[in-house]
């Protein structure tokens, strides 16, 4: 009965915890064992449990043995919460197989030798990696200069002392902290934005670090998330629009904002009243410029506006254009081709309450027309009226200029100034016959020799000849009529007694050179004769020769 009422003591279990027997009686909670007294039987031999202290992963089966070296042992067991199987036990020993271990936990090996209890315990640490690791939305859009808190939410993960959590930005770490006991662990650094920012990508990761349980450094990361940075100056668009603009007028629209980043970004709106415009925008570094082209359909004060919006935010400048209805003027000629002599009539007109002055008669009141008559003749022709109309827009006076330009058809008429009567020329040297006409429409200018009709060319250079001269008509026809011109030439030849008189100076001349030169040949060449001049012996002669004296005077 004794070892029986032992057997049944081991398998009891407290609250789905493990017991630990005092001797043969009583139950106790786990804790400390009491020691067993000095000089027991069995105190050399120990119960061991193996393997000691496992990490395991979560949900993983576990072999647990029981050992001892006493030589009779018995009743080797293990008290566990988990799910247990025996799978072996021989002489000293008991071997079993825990599955689907999900949390830590320990186990108690107990057993008996020589009658006294043996106790061997281990601690079993379950690990698992988070289930979720998530980096917090950011913002859409984060203002330069400002504080952005980062965010990582970690659920699950064991143990949790040796859970980290690190913060990035790309590859740089910003932070990093414990993961700490909260589930889900939430993890927060603090960065200053900046430009740089804009496009990086920022994530969190945890870092499972089992080293010193002979395991390894497991790491696991979130999803990145895009930070998006801006800077929107304080001051608005400068907007540029024309005070007043004419009604069905195109006018230009533009509209500058500096000092933005992205520029590129930035979404800008230009309207007229309720119309939207389409606007063509650019961005050159940090400005943003919009252009476009508007146009008013009736006279009334329209309301420009340039919206420019980035991150969220928006700057906006509005002005006021005045449309004005500017008719006219509208200068007109009752006959542009008029005739010489006939009346012409000039009219200029505008719409209401402008006012038109024609060649510098005003006319008698706003709105009304001026008009100038006058007698057409050849002066008139190629005449420019001008035609200057005002009107007043909320207190300033806008201009407007017309101009017309009149023709009047007349007869040719020959310029006399420009075209001599009379002409003296020499034969055989270049002239230019220097006659002009002129009339509506331009006419044709010719002269022609009298009796043999030649005609001699005019405006341009032409070799004289003797036999050009003579009367001559020059003629200037178009289809309104003829104007002739007589015009005297008379050509003169080369004086003959000139000629001979410098023909026989130079003669004379070539005559005198030619003796000169002569002279001077003949001169030189008498200087240069040679003389030969016989030498005299060395020897004295017996007797003088008269022949060799005579010779020698010869010679001489």
Known sequence: MKAETIISRQEEVLNGGVCKWVGWGALEPPGELPSVPPGTQGQEFQLRVEPQNPVVPAGESLL????????????????????KESVGSGLGWAAFQLSNVTGDTQLLCSGFCNGFQMIGFSNITVYRFPERVELAPLPRWQPVGEHLTLRCMVSG?????????????????????????????????????????????FSCRTELDLRSQGLGLFQNSSAPRKLRTFA????????????????????????????????????????????????????????????????????????????????????????????????????????????????????CAAGPRVRV??????AAAPGQPAHLQLNA??????????????????????????????????????????CPQRLTWKDRTMHILQCQARGNPNPKLQCLQEGSMFK?????????????????????????????????????GRNPIA??????????????????????????????????????????????EQPDEAEAVQLS
């Open 377 to 418: 003749t050849a002066k008139d022709d190629r005449r420019t009226f001008f035609c200057n109309a005002t009107l007043e827009v909320h207190g300033v006076i806008l201009h407007r200029n017309r101009s017309v330009q009149l023709r009047v058809l007349y007869g040719p008429k020959i310029d006399r100034a420009k």
């Open 157 to 201: 993960g064991a143990p949790r002392d040796h859970l980290t959590v690190v913060l990035l930005r790309e590859e740089e770490e910003l932070g990093r902290q414990p993961a700490g006991d909260g589930e889900p662990a939430e993890v927060t650094v603090t960065v200053l934005a900046s430009r740089d920012d804009h496009g990086a990508n």
């Open 456 to 492: 001699v060319p005019v405006g341009i250079p032409f070799l004289i000849r003797l036999n050009y001269s003579g009367t001559y008509y020059c003629q200037a026809a178009s289809s309104r009529g003829m104007d002739v011109l007589t015009v005297m030439m008379d050509v003169q």
């Open 64 to 83: 647990v043995n029981c050992s001892t070296d006493c030589p009779s042992a018995e009743l080797i067991s293990l008290e566990t919460s988990l799910l």
């Open 357 to 362: 002055t024609l060649d510098g008669v005003p």
């Open 499 to 544: 000629i001979t008189i410098v023909l026989g100076v130079l003669t004379i001349l070539g005559l005198v050179i030619l003796a000169a030169a002569l002279v001077y040949v003949f001169g030189v060449q008498k200087r240069r004769d040679i003389y030969h001049v016989r030498q005299s012996s060395t020897r004295l002669p017996l007797a003088p």
């Open 232 to 347: 929107m100056p304080m001051t608005p668009p400068r907007l540029v629009v024309p005070r007043f603009s004419e009604v069905e007028t195109s006018w230009p629209v533009d509209c500058t904002l500096d000092g933005l980043f992205p520029a590129s970004e930035a979404q800008v709106q230009l309207a007229l009243g309720d119309q939207m415009l389409n606007a063509t925008v650019v961005s050159h570094g940090d400005t943003l410029t919009a252009t476009a082209t508007a146009k008013a359909e009736q006279e009334s004060t329209q309301e420009i506006v340039c919206n420019v919006t980035l991150g969220g935010e928006s700057r906006e400048t509005r002005e006021n254009v005045k449309a004005y209805s500017f008719q006219g003027p509208n200068l007109t000629l009752r006959e542009p081709n008029a005739t010489e002599g006939t009346t012409v009539t000039v009219t």
